[in-house]
């Protein structure tokens, strides 16, 4: 420090002065009470002890970084999987009862429902937002699950089938199977006569088409297409076949996406969770697609 | 036990060997004391040195004895005043219950979102304190601050197993024996009891307190419970018997702000040097006259429990406990001169005195005019918001994730979480209606296990409920810019009690 030796009293109190001025306010130099000191070098102990106790310093060995443990073992990922694990079993009984009841039962028991949405949205979360949205929202190929259209059905039992046995999954045999064919692309049709189909689709649906090649469309589909789709276009659940009549589509409605789908066909996968997930998820998950505002 | 002090010749004597007690501030051996805090007694790097504050009786310590029994008993009775509520809710009068996230006061049930009651709570106890203060000091500190009403209570302990002042004194100066040991361990170990009952009765303030109380002693409790009876007993036992004025003078930040609550006409325990200098013993018999009133006996110095000497003036660690000035009192009436020579004084009164004006007292000013008006402004906006707190509460969060969904028959439908919060002792059940936007429509979710769009709310719970609305197709051009908005009302079904919440509905930008 650089400050003159020269030693300054404080008139009112007769005490030196640190000799630094703030603005004209001085700082007195007050002896510091011991207790403070002691507890000061209390914490530089209390530091040293920490370091041994828990886990503290990194240093580097031959296989990478690591850490001074700590004698008390102390470890914040062993504690997170104890306190998940303590978690899981105090639900035990009733992911247990989501496995084992009806759906309906559970959905009736309103305290088991809490339970259940609450683990159908996290293994969503996990499992089937990559494909689906985090708000199973979909997209182009996936479909929205919280609209009120159903492939393969929206009721409960139907939801629980798709999950646990998938779509076109081809590593189980009672997967829910249909074929699209690519009906231009294979030469089952003319591009003339997809075209006509594509026009006579958008009729269908009260878009704006060609009337007469939707007329001749309409003649190719009843050839081709109302096998699946019935003759009405309104599809069908026990084939998987969409609805040609409503405004929802898994591949987009507009004219060239509906030229594209016939011609070149469509064969979504889903998997078939109930290989990887067990009854009570499979179950929750169930649940919680339904309540999403589209089961029936 | 025998007061040597009662003898004013002792006293006198005693005060002629102030030179030599300077050396000696204890003064072991006698009743010749001074203040072991005033300015030229602290060392460079200073130890504490010891305050033995001595007994005295009078009107203020008197006060300090009724205000020590009625603050402790508020202390450890509260929790144990029960409140009924109905049978679902705690009948306990006041409880922090935070697993529930209610906090109960008397009639008053306080939610997290009703926080601000306490913050207002907060905002009066300050304005309070600063109206207190500016009219009389530090009330707060002197009289009902648990620190020193706990520090006067372990003072009070010490005193019985250690004996008065000058007992406690040469004990501490004598070597250790078993009388010694057995003393000071009696005493610690009703401190530690005390320390262990403080902390034990803050915990009660936490749960149901015959229950936790019952869970305690069957070593039962939660750990919590014990870890923070733990804490609170060793920081009062700290705090209370060891650190004691410390923490007035080192940790408290009051008595530095409590400066800007002072004025000239602030009531604050003084010495009036105008009538006490010049001090010196006093012979019984012969005249007052060119003389002060103060014989210099010490004694408004042994009984100050902060250790200083108020003849020094006003000073940061004097709490203005008024105990100097019982003790001043009663060697004024023994002297027979009028009491009051340590008294609640204002520097205005010392300066009139001194002009030879006469003495007044201005409690309204502007300065206490100002608290007090805050003070009724600030009760009114809480009484206000107490008398209109509504019971029954909705709110409607649409999902964002998707924005909208497009059902099949090209409608646009959206999906809230209604939120409906009963603050009633009872069972509500609510209709729910939708009005504002034309066309639309309120659904559930298929499942949703009521009837129709009714919602039973519990006792004093909030329900989540799921709600879907839906606009047709051919209305779409209702929504501008994609967005329009619509009116959640909820209709109690029993008294019609209504809330609403608007809420915005999106669909495709046209």
Redesign the interface.
Known sequence: MSDSPKKEIDDV???ETTGHEWDGIRELD????????YTFYACIVWSFAYWVVMPAWPYLTTEGWTYTKGVIGYDQREIVARELGAVAEGRADEMKQIATLTLEDV??D?AL?EVALAAGKAAFGDNCAPCH?????GSWGFP?L????WLWGGTLEDIRTTLAHGIRWEAVSDTRQNVMMAYGRDGILTRREVTDVAEFVLALSGRDHDADAATRGAETFGEQCVTCHGADGEGNRELGAP?LT???WLYGGDRASIIESVSNGRSGVMPAWGERLDASTINALT?YV????G?? | MADSATSLERLAAEAAGNVRAAADPHGADGERVTAVNS??N???????VKVYPKLVGGTFRRLKWIVMALTLTIYYVTPWLRWDRGPSLPDQAVLLDFPSRRFYFFFLEIWPQEFYYITGLLILASLGLFLVTSVAGRVWCGYTCPQTVWTDLFIHVERFFEGERSARIRLDRSPWGIAKLARKAAKHAVWILIALATGGAWVFYFADAPTLAADLMRFDAPPIAYISIAIFASTTYLLGGI?RE?VCI?MCPWPRIQGAMFDEESLLVSYKDDRGEKRGPHKKGTSWEGRGDCIDCGQCVAVCPMGIDIRDGMQLECIQCALCIDACDAIMDRVERPRGLIAYDTLNNQQRRKAGEPQRLSILRPRTIVYMAAIALVALIMLVALVNRSTLEISALP????LF??????SI?N?YELKIVNKEHRERIFRIDIEGLEGAALTR???A?EEGSTVLVGIDTLRTA?F?VSLP?GMLDRLRGGEGMLTFVATDLEDGTRAERTASFRGPAQ
């Open positions: 109190t007769g005490v007050n002896p510091m009470p011991k207790w403070w000191l959905a009736a309103a429902m949205g985090s708000g199973a929202q929205n919280n609209d009120d259209v609805n409503d405004a929802v649940l339904h309540s999403l505002g089961g029936e | 300015e030229k602290r060392p460079l790097y200073a130890s504490r650190a410390q080192y999902d964002r994730n998707p969904v497009t059902l099949a028959d090209g439908r999906g979710p298929a499942l296990g799921k879907f197709a």
